[in-house]
């Protein structure tokens, strides 16, 4: 295929996406060929899909209708699981204009990253650099998370998303996850379950500590039945210091919209205080984060001095990481998952 093509399916993918789940989207019938085409291309490798075949076997049980007599039985739900995407996994939108600044086709070619960055530290709560816009998490990536949705969907489970600003400080995302656990539970009796993704565990593990300090553990224990982490990035993870020093192409969720990172985008990804937290920390599992030579003193304000653990990324990625322009007064605290102990649900049926 060429890669005209190829762009062009992409980009009327990425678009639909941003406005409809991969079910819906399977059920209008250009956006089925164009699902069904990119599952299928041989030239494209399978990281770089935005939906492989495995997962669009399972879209496609999804839009199946089904057989009249289970019609009713499916309908209800017997468990709610929330979904709490990780690192650069909830879609970003300015509410103001409606525009997707995270991610859509558009997003590199008509320069819609740029909104992305944040102000100077001040405070919480922190505020987008461009004060015309405001710029919200209002999903998860379908491609991304879409199978998942579908797959618990199928299993009559009823999915609601928790979009994570994975941007920001993310204890002000663990404070609203936790008020919409309560919400949840609150609505009615029927269990709830929580599925949390890379940077999205960190936020799950800390909202439900949360909760529990505000209603008890028993009451939230009675509720909350499993805590389940994909790729938890419990004591950090390296992608943050590789996205410092400008590599990208190895995350597959921004390889899929772009293979070489924009002019300045390392600097932006720099603004924000989500990245920062996902350094790793753990001097145990990493020994030489003790090493002068590996902690990099950033001036900040009042107690959020911190030590950032980030010179070993030349190593990791081959080229140097420049501190010079990193923000002052930033939430950098690298024993912060220390605070937050680990839940331990028991599964039940």
Not at 117 to 141: F, H, I, K, N
């Amino acid at each position: 295929m060429s890669p005209t093509l190829e762009t062009s399916r992409r980009d009327r993918l990425l678009a639909a996406l941003t406005q409809q789940t991969l079910v819906q989207a399977y059920q209008h019938p250009d956006l089925r060929a164009d699902l069904e085409a990119e599952a299928a291309d041989p030239t494209v490798p399978d990281e770089m899909k935005i939906v492989r075949s495995p997962a669009l076997e399972i879209i496609r049980q999804a839009a199946t209708p089904p057989p009249t007599g289970a019609q009713l039985k499916l309908f209800f739900s017997r468990h709610v699981v929330v979904l709490v995407p990780g690192f650069l996994g909830s879609q970003l939108d300015d509410v103001l204009s409606g525009r997707t600044h995270w991610v859509s086709g558009w997003s590199v070619i008509r320069d819609r990253l740029s909104p992305l960055r944040l102000a100077p530290y001040t405070g919480e709560p922190e505020s987008d650099a461009d004060g015309l816009v405001s710029v919200q998490a209002t999903g998860a990536l379908e491609m991304v998370y879409g199978p998942l949705r579908a797959y618990l969907e199928l299993t009559r489970c009823d999915v609601r998303v928790f979009p994570v600003d994975w941007r920001r400080n993310l204890e002000t995302a663990s404070e609203r996850l936790r008020d919409f656990v309560a919400a949840l539970m609150a609505e009615g009796s029927k269990p709830v379950h929580v599925i949390a993704h890379s940077q999205g565990a960190m936020v799950a593990r800390r909202g439900l500590n949360l909760l529990r300090d505000s209603m008890g553990e028993d009451a939230v224990r009675e509720r909350v039945k499993n805590l389940i982490l994909l790729g938890p990035a419990n004591r950090g993870s390296f992608s943050a210091a590789a996205t410092f020093a400008g590599v990208h192409t190895f995350i597959d969720k921004a390889a899929k919209v772009f293979i070489d990172p924009p002019v300045g985008f390392a600097s932006l990804m720099q603004s924000m205080s989500g990245l920062y937290e996902l350094l790793p920390w753990d001097s145990e599992r990493l020994p030489n984060l003790v090493e002068p030579a590996y902690n990099v003193q950033t001036p900040a304000s009042g107690d959020r001095a911190a030590s950032m653990p980030i010179a070993w990324a030349d190593s990791l990625v081959g080229r140097a990481v420049s501190t010079s322009s990193w923000p002052t007064g930033r939430p950098l605290s690298s024993a912060m998952p220390r605070r937050w102990p680990v839940w331990s649900l028991t599964a039940t049926s």
